[in-house]
């Protein structure tokens, strides 16, 4: 039996012109839903609905734009074996069944020569929802034995503070942000990012919370903001050491609490005590009157929410910093209260667990996934001889993109790529097999922002003979042989156990028959409904594991990478025309890069000059744009460019170092120092 009905089946693919209610999955804290026109079996308008009270009838215009990746130029239609070069794109077409067979007999050759840890699945996110990662390509993986990737690309060292000193306690959804007296968003811009935070943080302004905005970019929310720190990249940990030691300094710890709730403070304190207002503004680049203005703020103020966001991380600094941030409502008592505490990441709220990947996992090499250009080109015993990408597009988004490329182009690699589109990575694949996207299928969008679970429906037939990851790597498992008889087998299969494990009413009302309602989960008060989900339950402000594995120790500062040849700092923060790269596709408004009047009178370059953005790892070649709302010395490009976006092909992710971050293993896009120049003409 179909957990569906076929009324919801069939209407979106019958009628003329109907409207289908679905929701978006992709990685974006807000999980909308979504108002679908179709008309003849085609999407011909995407827009917000209400259903969701978040949503509130608005969603972004990139989404808004999906239907021209759907059906656009660059999707993959069909599975195609490689005809041309690496790299050219040139490819026929073949069927599913001699594509997954040439997949197969070459995972079966790679494990029979060099072993199963030969072959590496590569993956991030994708559609990111509960039905497209971790399913059934986890199962093949597991009983494969193939190497296994760390998903590190994003989120890793946020995710890493927050677990070491938490647990991953569920944390303040976007509901109570209007009862917060403070607001700081740090290292977050929701105007692009996650654009349904930003009524609730203009309520709470409304209702006269002052906003406290650490950005070294001037964000829309910067400029409504009571301060606003400009702070140099990377120098967030010692900003936030200032405000610990104040806190301390001025009987402003909430002593009482840490005692209770914590251990570890008093470590953290020392580390704190150098980092006085001056020496700390000294450091970010910042007036010390603003810092002390900040601290003042954050000391009297309650409720005062904190919204980590992942732009403090992407550095060589960034676990800690945000180990320093997120330790803040502990040492200043903000727990509590309605609107106090922090806002992270909630993708961990729902606890959901995945009992229908039964396999356990080897005990295979581990690759962490910002060193995929090494692993292509270096590592043996035994080297990578086939990659497995899918739900991730590694030639534009992750660092060192040349010696990525340089690993893609070896003629000795055998590499499947599965794409919706023919993305910068899909041009080196041997054999490229198409995806459907969240319009195509089920899936479960999740919100990590505000904390709800949505069901996606199939609005449209799959394009051309594009298939869906449970799907193909069901038959993948099966053509290898890796299923025992009770596990899940496919993608309907995996619906059902999906529904089945469900928290809320989703499950029920789509078996009821019922157009399904966002789940919702609860508005949690940390330290009154939730606590930390650590094995003592306490804050562990100083987690000994990360004491050891940070290279300089906990809570301490490691330094800009500046050199005298390259002495800009490149970030590439989320821009409004992408998710990551996805929609990259698209035909945009040129590409510029942002610096600041100083920097550009410096160099002698003036608005819209072509220039070169380079340092010993690669160059980029764009147009420039002049304007103060960006810190001197620091430029920026946007995340997620393809490789046509520029001038030479080469985008930003050429000149971020591989290097990783002091916790977590992150990657350091921000960590990427260059020199731009005026590019001469011709
Ligand atoms: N439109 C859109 N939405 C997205 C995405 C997207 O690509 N486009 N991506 C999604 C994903 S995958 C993620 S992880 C989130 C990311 O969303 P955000 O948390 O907003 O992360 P970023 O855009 O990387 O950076 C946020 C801000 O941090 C600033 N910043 C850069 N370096 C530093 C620093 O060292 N310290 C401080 N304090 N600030 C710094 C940048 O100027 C930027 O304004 O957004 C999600 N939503
Ligand atoms: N310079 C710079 N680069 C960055 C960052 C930065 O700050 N600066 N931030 C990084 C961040 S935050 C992140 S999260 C990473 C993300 O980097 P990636 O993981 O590469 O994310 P996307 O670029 O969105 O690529 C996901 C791909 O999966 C495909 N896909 C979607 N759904 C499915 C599906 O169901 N099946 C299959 N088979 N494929 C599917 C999409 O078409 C898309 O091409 O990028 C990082 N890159
Ligand atoms: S990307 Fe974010 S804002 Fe845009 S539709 Fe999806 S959930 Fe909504
Ligand atoms: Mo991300």
Redesign the pocket.
Known sequence: MSPVSSRERNTPLGGPASIVETACPL???DACSLHVTVRHGKVVTIDGSHRNPVTNGFI?A?VRRFGERLYGTDRLQYPGVRRGRKGQGRFERVSWDVALGLVAERMERAKRESGGESILPYSY?GSNGLMTQDNLDATLWRRFGTSRLARTV??APTGAANMALYGKMPSVTYDDYPDAKLIIL?????S???IHLVPYVREAQKRGAALVV????S?PLARSAAVHLP?K????VVVALALHRYLFANGYADRQFLQAHSVGSDQLRERAEEWTIERAADVAGIPAADLQQAADLYARSSPALIRC????E??RNGGN?AMAVLALPAVGGKFGVRGGGYSMSNSASWDIERPWITAPEPGTRIVNMNHLGRALLDYDNPPVNLLFVYNCNPAATVPDQHRIVRGLEREDLFTVVFEQVMSDTALYADVVLPATTFLEGYDFARAYGPVHIDLGLPVIEPVGEARSNADVFGELCSRLNVLTEDEVSGELDLLIRVLDTLPGTVGADLRAGRKPAPSFGTRPVQFVDVFPKTRDRKIDLFPAALEESAPAGLYRYQGDPATAEYPLTL?S????R???STLGELPRPDVKLLMHPEDAAERGLTDNDLVRIFNELGEVHTTLSVLPTVRPGTV?LP??LWRRSTRNGVTGTALVPDSLTDIGGGACF?DARVQVASLPVG
Request: net charge neutral; charged share 20%.
């Open positions: 990685d974006c804290p972004c990139k996110g994003c989120a740090w290292g977050v811009n929701p692009a990012s996650g650490i950005d070294p970019r964000t702070v990249p990377g120098t967030d966001g992942w732009g403090l992407r550095n910093a970030i923060p989320a821009s409004e992408t998710i990551s920026s995340k997620g921000n």
